[in-house]
């Protein structure tokens, strides 16, 4: 993947983070509250490292709040 790319992927995730904070939603990562910019910036400094989302729906089926896990377990 070319630095363009990436840099493309990271503003899409940014983007697509901004929209789910401007519509209410909570974001964590590994249990902490976090900013869409904090997910972006750990996203592009842990090149090794991979984060899975859980998503926490209220009553309605509406995402209540987006969780990011480091699944290899490195902090």
């Given at each position: ?44 400094i ?6 899975m ?23």
């Amino acid at each position: 993947m070319e630095i363009g790319d990436t840099a493309h992927l990271y503003r899409d995730l940014y983007t697509e983070l901004e929209n789910y904070e401007k519509h209410g939603v909570s974001m964590l990562m590994n249990g902490c509250q976090v900013s869409p910019l904090q997910i972006v910036t750990a996203h592009m400094i842990r090149e090794e490292g991979c984060y899975m989302r859980d998503y926490v729906l209220d009553p309605k089926g509406y995402i209540e709040s987006l969780a990011f896990v480091n699944i290899n377990g490195n902090n």
